[in-house]
């Protein structure tokens, strides 16, 4: 993975320094609030329900094992001992004090890690591919152009005042598992007569007007990646709504110009920007792959699983993904225990996590868009090993992409946007189907709840997709149906009237009953209601 | 009745105005009229608080609550961990919302 | 002009600035003034006979301005171009990077201030409108 050198190095203890200093005078009283929101927010510190909350950067969800005790040491020594995996791949604190911030950011630095730009109106964290660098359909790794996007938006003088939160996805399979056509802009390496580019897609994103993002340019040179990037940006920056802040994204600003004429402005500031030196010099790519290189996996090792233990054969089956190669898996580590809170992690499950990385994974893990952890490169033989110490932490739900592996937003329990809990509605889901052998019956089914409309839960990419909103004061669930966040993507449509809390329980069994009655041989509950259509499952719901 | 609150600037801590000072209990709140600008001008100004503003609170049987849901759930913690309730002390207290 | 920082050898220059319309209807005016979103490029044409650009900021939020002078400047100009409005410490590195030479903001900035915050970055990531190496040149010997 990538690691600093005196310059990344440098510039986070900069970054530390000049937070330290900020938030000395703004406690001096130098700064008002005001002005040190959109500071503080550049730096991953929100003032939320409760306290301040930190929102850490893991870029494109890459971690390794010391990095991982970092995260356990901030959440023991700063907060109340848990962190909460987010949807952007980073992990967030709730209880933090403005006083422990600088600290707390001097600490990550020792072991290359920031709060940079995981908030406020810039370039957000890099997303990717859970799997990159270890999935087999994968065309290259497309974690070294992340990280070249990575470099390029850190600290961008022109882009740290965009009218509003810019997310990129990069991704290097057809098969999406980032959400990329959901994002600011997505990208995917794609070959063509054989050179590897960027397939750029922007103006998508979910929040209160999901839009899937158009195809913007099919094949971008690698030589102009960046380039490519920062013309985009530039017109969004220049042209992007700035009167409303509902309608500030870009997918609002492409949505509106239309496709066309967006591509005829970026292309045309493309054109422009040729000569300007914005790109990378080739040799930096070649620098970043080669922290990206295969790690010395052992060769001749066996394909085969003793799968003689009924319980472990059930995780295996669920939670093991094919892995490029021969002799090795990718393990999916599950943070939706029937009951928990999804995403949530222990400073004590941290450190096991970051053992287990260490000890069988080539001391790499992996966070997911979805809020599990991956262990990417473990040998197929140690994989019961691994799973006898998840079971012994309780930590082993053989559930991923099950029912009960629900995505929910913090909700109304720590959000101030947020206008009703999803954590309690996720906890009483996962109970109804508490049973394996359910939930295995239903198969894939992805289910996603987002507390408000601006969608962190990302309920529209749902297969089910659940919306709290707040109705007289009082809780109240609309049930989406349909939606996919993958390389079929589509946004999820709403059933009807909304549902109180237990109402939303009953209303996901009825449709998931109406999956189970009406599909066909091999059919997933999303294809099956894409074959059948919405006014089967109203039926069922509203009789 | 209204009652007045904000977040301790250096801590974040939600905290509620007594009158004269800012407590961590929504039942030390007290409540606040209509000359209670001048205390938040106040407050901002020596920076006790990042931000304050009055919410709609009524008398229960545990005390002093907000009504609506956020401002209730901001005051005692989030219903999902009970062990991180902040008050009332009672790990019963937040039965109230499940 | 109390509240003046000027990153130029030259001296200020006194002319007041007119208004983007103003100045393409028929004014000969050597300074203009851009409010947030006006189109830098329609100045394009004019840039020999400018001293000052002035681009307004009615709201730090608003970054449109810093996308004005990167274009000026990557259009030639080597005038003055100033950003005056709310111009808060933290904003001056970002600015100078994009072609701002001077500031004048509503509320005054402390020089010392100033000089600390300008003097923060030894390194920056991407190129911009100042001769600035990026790190990734400077690791490959540019």
């Given at each position: 993975m990538y690691k600093y050198d005196n310059y990344d190095q440098e510039m986070v203890y900069t970054r530390v320094a000049e937070f330290r200093d900020q938030v000395e005078r703004r406690i001096a009283g130098k700064l008002t609030e005001d002005q040190f929101k959109p500071l503080r927010l550049m730096n991953g510190l929100y003032l939320q329900l409760h306290a301040y909350m930190l929102r850490v950067a893991v870029p494109y969800g890459t971690l390794n094992s010391e990095q991982m005790r970092m995260l356990a040491h901030i959440a023991r020594k700063y907060d109340r001992d848990y962190g909460h995996f987010t949807t952007r791949q980073n992990i967030q604190y709730n209880w933090i004090k403005l006083e422990d911030a600088p600290d707390i950011l001097a600490d990550l630095a020792t072991v290359e890690m920031h709060a940079i730009q995981t908030s406020g109106n810039c370039i957000r964290n890099i997303s990717s591919d859970q799997y990159a660098g270890a999935a087999a359909d994968e065309l290259v790794d497309p974690r070294p152009y992340a990280e070249l996007l990575r470099q390029w938006s850190s600290f961008h003088p022109e882009f740290s005042f965009l009218p509003r939160k810019?997310?990129?996805?990069?991704?290097?399979?057809?098969?999406?598992?980032?959400?990329m056509r959901l994002h600011d802009i997505g990208i995917q390496m794609v070959e063509q007569d054989g050179a590897i580019g960027a397939r750029y897609y922007a103006g998508g994103g979910m929040g209160r007007t999901p839009m899937i993002g158009p195809l913007i340019r099919d094949f971008v040179p690698v030589a102009d990646l960046v380039s490519y990037a920062e013309a985009i940006l530039r017109v969004y920056n220049r042209y992007g709504r700035r009167d409303n802040k509902y309608k500030a994204r870009i997918k609002i600003l492409v949505h509106e110009m239309g496709a066309e004429k967006f591509i005829e402005e970026v292309e045309a500031e493309f054109a422009h920007l040729q000569g300007q030196n914005i790109d990378a010099p080739a040799a930096e790519l070649e620098r970043i792959k080669g922290y990206f290189e295969d790690p010395a996996f052992e060769t001749g090792l066996s394909d085969e699983i003793d799968r003689s233990d009924p319980d472990f054969a059930v995780w295996l089956d669920q939670n093991v993904?094919?892995?490029?190669?021969?002799?090795?898996?990718?393990?999916?580590?599950?943070?939706?225990?029937?009951?928990?809170?999804?995403g949530d992690a222990s400073s004590a499950q941290m450190e096991l996590m970051a053992d287990l990385a260490e000890r069988y994974s080539f001391d790499e893990c992996r966070v997911t868009h979805s809020q599990n952890i991956v262990l990417p490169h473990v040998r197929k033989?140690?994989?019961?090993?691994?799973?006898?110490?998840?079971?012994?932490?309780?930590?082993?739900?053989?559930?991923?992409?099950?029912?009960?592996?629900?995505?929910?937003?913090?909700?109304?329990?720590?959000?101030?946007?947020?206008?009703?809990?999803?954590?309690p509605v996720a906890q009483k889901?996962?109970?109804?189907?508490?049973?394996?052998?359910?939930?295995?019956?239903?198969?894939?089914?992805?289910?996603k709840i987002s507390g408000c409309i601006n969608a962190c839960g990302?309920?529209?990419?749902?297969?089910?997709?659940?919306?709290?909103?707040?109705?007289?004061?009082?809780?109240?669930?609309?049930?989406?149906?349909?939606?996919?966040?993958?390389?079929?993507?589509?946004?999820?449509?709403?059933?009807?009237?909304?549902?109180?809390?237990?109402?939303?329980?009953?209303?996901?069994?009825?449709?998931?009953?109406?999956?189970?009655?009406?599909?066909?041989?091999?059919?997933?509950?999303?294809d099956t209601y894409r074959r059948v259509g919405m006014d089967r499952f109203k039926e069922a719901l509203y009789g | 009745m209204k009652i007045l609150t904000g977040n301790d600037l250096k801590t974040g801590d939600v905290v509620w105005w007594t009158g004269y000072d800012w407590s961590r209990h929504v039942s030390d709140a007290v409540p606040v009229y209509d000359n209670v600008t001048d205390v938040i001008a106040r407050e901002i100004a020596k920076r006790a608080v990042s931000d304050c503003y009055t919410v709609e609170a009524e008398k229960t049987d545990d005390g002093v609550l907000p009504i609506h849901i956020k401002e209730k759930i901001r005051a005692t913690g989030p219903t999902v961990r009970p062990d991180l309730k902040i008050s009332p002390p009672d790990p019963a207290a937040g039965n109230w919302v499940i | 002009m109390d509240n003046l920082l000027r990153f130029r050898d030259d001296e200020a220059h006194e002319e007041p600035a007119v208004t983007l319309d103003g100045f393409l209807d028929q004014s000969n005016a050597t300074a203009v003034r851009?409010?947030?979103?006006?189109?830098?490029?329609?100045?394009?044409?004019?840039?020999?006979?400018?001293?000052?650009?002035?681009?307004?900021?009615?709201?730090?939020?608003?970054?449109?301005?810093y996308s004005a002078a990167r274009i000026l400047r990557e259009h030639g100009f080597d005038g003055e171009i100033?950003?005056?409005?709310?111009?808060?410490?933290?904003?001056?590195?970002f600015m100078r990077r994009c072609g701002f030479d001077s500031f004048s903001p509503e509320t005054p900035l402390d020089p010392g201030d100033a000089e600390k915050a300008l003097a923060r970055w030894n390194h920056v990531y991407q190129h911009a409108a100042d001769d600035r190496q990026p790190i990734w040149n400077k690791r490959h010997g540019q």
């Open positions: 810019f997310k990129f996805a990069v991704i290097a399979s057809d098969e999406d598992r980032a959400a993904h094919t892995h490029k190669q021969p002799g090795y898996a990718i393990a999916v580590i599950s943070l939706k225990p029937t009951g928990g809170i999804p033989q140690d994989l019961h090993a691994i799973w006898q110490k998840l079971v012994e932490a309780e930590f082993a739900s053989p559930n991923l992409d099950l029912i009960s592996d629900i995505i929910a937003c913090p909700g109304l329990d720590y959000c101030s946007l947020a206008n009703a809990r999803s954590i889901i996962a109970q109804r189907f508490k049973e394996i052998d359910r939930q295995k019956e239903l198969g894939e089914l992805k289910l990302h309920h529209h990419a749902g297969h089910i997709g659940i919306l709290g909103v707040d109705r007289k004061g009082t809780e109240n669930y609309q049930l989406l149906l349909g939606g996919s966040g993958a390389e079929d993507v589509s946004l999820a449509k709403i059933t009807g009237p909304g549902f109180d809390e237990d109402g939303i329980v009953d209303a996901v069994e009825k449709v998931t009953d109406v999956y189970v009655a009406e599909r066909e041989d091999g059919e997933r509950f999303l | - | 851009l409010e947030d979103g006006e189109d830098a490029r329609q100045l394009l044409p004019f840039l020999d006979r400018l001293a000052l650009i002035e681009i307004g900021f009615s709201a730090f939020g608003d970054g449109r301005g100033r950003a005056q409005g709310d111009v808060l410490i933290d904003q001056i590195a």
